[in-house]
Nanobody, 123 residues
């Protein structure tokens, strides 16, 4: 199983980025997907999650209204559209897949993780 996160980079505050998480080796359409982030010196933080069929999404309060999680089951890929970026969004962003999650905000619920992609927001 592989999860490949991409799309990170350097952007000015107020800008946008779209992260992608391409997966292989798993039945993507049966997994909930999540995005987490880890800033330097901080613990990994839940950002957003989407159910296996895309009908249910959930966000951490700090990104609500700015970030949108989505998925394309035909392409085995999940996305995180990030708008109105702030310097405090700077972190390494990780995607993850969960088969039978109970609480998708908890990293322990996830079975597979991508390698992370760095997002840097300058002020």
């Amino acid at each position: 199983v592989q999860l490949q996160a991409s799309g990170g980079g350097l952007v000015q505050a107020g800008g946008s980025l779209r992260l992608s998480c391409a997966t292989s080796g798993l039945t993507f359409s049966t997994y909930a997907m999540g995005w987490f982030r880890q800033a330097p010196g901080k613990e990994r933080e839940f950002v957003a999650t989407i159910s296996w069929n895309g009908r249910n999404t959930y966000y951490v309060d700090s990104v609500k209204g700015r970030f949108t999680i989505s998925r394309d089951n035909a392409k085995n890929t999940a996305y995180l559209q990030m708008n109105s970026l702030k310097p405090e969004d700077t972190a390494v962003y990780y995607c993850a897949a969960a088969k039978y999650p109970i609480d998708t905000r908890r990293p322990e619920e996830y079975d597979y993780w991508g390698q992370g992609t760095l997002v840097t927001v300058s002020s």
